[in-house]
Nanobody, 122 residues
């Protein structure tokens, strides 16, 4: 049984930073590709960043240069470091994993976390 536990969300001022963590159990983590999605109020869920089994990364244009995805296979954990946060980054952030080599679409992902709220506001 796959378990996905996200943490690290919260309230931060514009320009601030947060690091999201996603701990996964019940899978061979090193063989999975992982992604971070977000759902902003009134909008569809969108891919923010993803990382393949070999460490290749993808970022949405809106977060390039500000967000960094990384993974630690020893801890079965994927991270999303978010810097220079903007109010428009306010969303529920979801961690997702796929048994495939990489995931771009929601349907590519096999398991999901429950989501963690990130609010950027002064």
């Amino acid at each position: 049984q796959v378990q996905v536990v996200e943490s690290g969300g919260g309230l931060v001022q514009p320009g601030g930073s947060l690091r999201l963590s996603c701990a996964v159990s019940g899978v061979i983590f090193s063989r999975n590709a992982m992604g971070w999605y977000r759902q902003r109020p009134g909008k569809q869920r969108e891919l923010v960043a993803s990382i393949t089994r070999d460490g290749s990364t993808y970022y949405a244009d809106s977060v390039k240069g500000r967000f960094t995805i990384s993974s630690d296979n020893a801890k079965n954990t994927v991270y999303l470091q978010m810097n220079k946060l903007k109010p428009d980054d306010t969303a529920v952030y979801y961690c997702a994993g796929t048994y495939g080599t990489w995931g771009k679409y929601i349907s590519d992902y096999d398991y999901w976390g429950q989501g963690t709220q990130v609010t950027v506001s002064s």
